[in-house]
């Protein structure tokens, strides 16, 4: 599985911005999700999606703001963020993982594929 991150950039405090991650590959993933890391920071979650039935869950950080979705027909998943503050700053990961579960997965540990990253900067 290839994962394909795109559409971070600058973006004033209380603006929108969305991010696309394209997969590619053979195997249908179970869930994909983003995470975000900031400078100096340690990657944090922020969002997850299952592939086939489409329930999310999000980090509080982020919850309200932000909403994770899919096309399964381009084989994308989303992240529409509004109301975008300042320590949103960071770069955003997309990952993905075929293995089933019960509970939510918001561990990098919990993905075994990841997209390359890309950049958001939310200015004050």
């Known amino acids: 599985v290839q994962l394909q991150a795109s559409g971070g950039g600058l973006v004033q405090a209380g603006g929108s911005l969305r991010l696309s991650c394209a997969a590619s590959?053979?195997?249908?993933?179970?869930?994909m999700a983003w995470f975000r890391q900031a400078p100096g920071k340690e990657r944090e979650f922020v969002a997850t999606?299952?592939?086939?039935?489409?329930?999310?869950y999000y980090a509080d950080s982020v919850k309200g703001r932000f909403t994770i979705s899919r096309d399964i027909a381009k084989n994308t998943v989303y992240l529409q963020m509004s109301s975008l503050k300042p320590e949103d700053t960071a770069v955003y990961y997309c990952?993905?993982?075929?293995?089933?579960?019960?509970?939510?997965?918001?561990?990098?540990?919990?993905?075994?594929?990841w997209g390359q990253g890309t950049l958001v900067t939310v200015s004050s």
């Open positions: 590959g053979r195997t249908t993933a179970y869930a």
């Open positions: 990952a993905s993982t075929t293995s089933y579960g019960s509970r939510w997965y918001t561990l990098t540990t919990d993905y075994g594929y």
């Open positions: 999606i299952r592939w086939s039935f489409g329930t999310t």
